[in-house]
Structure formats: C-alpha cells, structure tokens
C-alpha cells in the first residue's frame, strides 16, 4: 500500500469493500548492500545489552541459509528463523505482517518512501529501505541493497481516483523480485479480483472496478509471466478491531464477508511458511463475518 492514495476506498464499509488505503511513509535510505548476516541486530530484550554482532564468515552464512531456506515437493518451506523478507506496505496488513515475522525471528525489511512510520517499525527491529513501488529504478535499487530476499510480502493498493498503484506498483516489485532471485511471493489484492468477480454485490464491485481491474492485472502477471512461486491472497472488507481469531482461507472464489487485519496478518504469514500455499489463490474471510450462509471448505496450511 505504499502507493495508496488517502480516503477513497477506506471509506466504504461494506463487507466485501476494498483494504483501507495507507499513507505515504518516508524513512532513511539504507546505504549500500545490507543482508540478514550481516546486520545482526538484537531481536530480544535481553540481546539488547550486547552489540550488534558482524559479518559472520561465508561458511556461517551459506550454513544459515540452508536453515532458512528447504523445497519440498509442494514448494518453499520457508524457515522462519533467519529468513530474509521484504514487506511493501505502508501500514496496516503490512504492519502487522512485518511484527508477526519479526517475532518469529526473520529478519524484515520494509519498503517505504516516507519518513512517518520509522519508529513504529524500527522499534519492531524491522529495517528501512526507501522506495516508491511505483518507481521501477527505486524498487530495484532497494532489492540491490538487501544481499539475500528470500520472499516477499505486497499489500501495496491504490484507490478507485487511482489504482495504478494497484497494478504497476506490484508489477514493480515484481519483476525486481525475478530479477533477484526470490523464492515466494505473497501478493494481496480482494475478494472481486480475478475469477471472484461474481463474489461482492454488484453494487460493491462498480465501486470498486477500477481498483479490482488493476488488483487483477497484476495478479495475472504473477501468475502467468513471474516464474515466480506465488501465494495470492484476496481478503474481504477488512476491520481494524482486534482480530479473533476466526480468520480462515479458501480456495472458493464465490465467498465474500469482512475479516479483521490482523488476522489477515497472520494467515499471511502462515501462507507464507507453508509449502502449501505454493501456487494457491485464496479468499481471506472471518467465518463469523461472511455474507449469507456459504458451505465452503478452510484451506489448511
């Protein structure tokens, strides 16, 4: 959601309604190439009462990625403990997604192109990298300045006023993305991209056509251009309570209902470690919030 414009689509409560666009961040650019090894910042409490420790040799670190990295016969199994990710997303989902990596040991990076939210996310121990998703040669000197991306995590949106954030924004991250050599993509986009166009009332959908048209384009570019292994993940109308807990996944495209971001949050991260997930597009919904009384099987990761 980096280029997410103010108001619009946040605006719109329906249950199936588009994420909340985020604000513009800025943060300190990040000088040359920094890795996982070699920027070994504390992530405890306790680690705080030592300095940050140094390159380790090449050994350590070839060693490490073994730990972080595996292929299974359904995909990337993603170790979280010392997994290198990048999350392109101003607040929100991306926020929360960055806090539940972190405190599963990886380390975050967080793309952004303005300043607002450095300290919430360097008191998480994420990093900084400055860029503007819908600026290709910016997206791709962020990716140079990170030694090793193991995946990365886009909640980037735009509004219906404009949604080429939407699409040229994720496009953006990910051609850098091939370039670089990821092992997954996570992409969020909504429920009424793609093949759940039908899910949303109508109504909801002509609102919202613009934005799910470029949600689309970039989720077919993934799909059928990237290479790429991916996970697609399109939540409903999303709330900002607490979550519940009652988040699920689905591979049915006719689902439609609200669901909570930080659940969304957590689904996420469990896509993204679950060589389950590889090469799946599913629906995010809060069983407890849905439209009418669908039948619809979870997804299990």
Not at 179 to 203: C, E, W, Y
Not at 231 to 240: A, E, F, H, V, Y
Not at 246 to 255: A, I, M, P, R
Request: glycine share 8%.
């Amino acid at each position: 959601m980096l280029a997410a414009r103010a108001g619009g689509v946040a605006a719109l409560q329906h249950p199936c309604a588009m994420s909340a666009p985020v604000s513009r961040t800025r943060a300190p650019v990040m000088g040359g190439t920094t890795s996982p090894r070699s920027l070994r910042c504390p992530r405890t409490l306790a680690a705080l009462r030592a300095p940050c420790q140094t390159r380790q040799p090449l050994g350590a670190r070839r060693s490490s990625r073994r730990l972080a990295v595996a292929v299974s016969a359904l995909g990337t199994q993603l170790e979280p403990d010392n997994a290198s990710v990048l999350v392109a997303g101003g607040g929100g989902i991306a926020l929360d997604v960055t806090r539940k990596l972190k405190d599963a040991g990886a380390w975050v990076w967080m793309l952004q192109r303005s300043h607002s939210r450095a300290a919430e996310i360097e008191g998480m121990m994420a990093l900084i990298i400055k860029g503007d998703a819908m600026n290709p040669e910016q997206v791709q000197a962020a990716f140079d300045q990170i030694e090793e991306v193991d995946a990365v995590v886009t909640t980037i949106g735009g509004t219906p006023a404009d949604a080429s954030a939407d699409s040229e924004g994720n496009i953006n991250l990910i051609k850098a993305a091939m370039k670089k050599g990821v092992k997954r993509f996570v992409l969020v986009t909504s429920i009424g991209t793609g093949n759940s166009k039908d899910a949303p009332p109508q109504q909801v959908y002509d609102v919202l056509e613009k934005v799910l048209v470029q949600k689309g384009k970039a989720e077919d570019f993934l799909i059928n251009e990237s290479g790429l292994e991916y996970t697609i993940i399109r939540p409903g109308g999303l709330k900002s309570e607490p979550a519940t807990g009652q988040g699920v996944l689905t591979e049915d495209n006719t689902v439609c209902g609200a669901v909570y971001r930080e659940d969304v949050a957590q689904l996420v991260v469990k896509a993204l470690l679950s060589p389950k997930a590889a090469y799946k597009v599913l629906s995010a919904v809060d069983r407890t919030q849905m439209m009418g009384d669908p039948q619809f099987e979870d997804f299990q990761l």
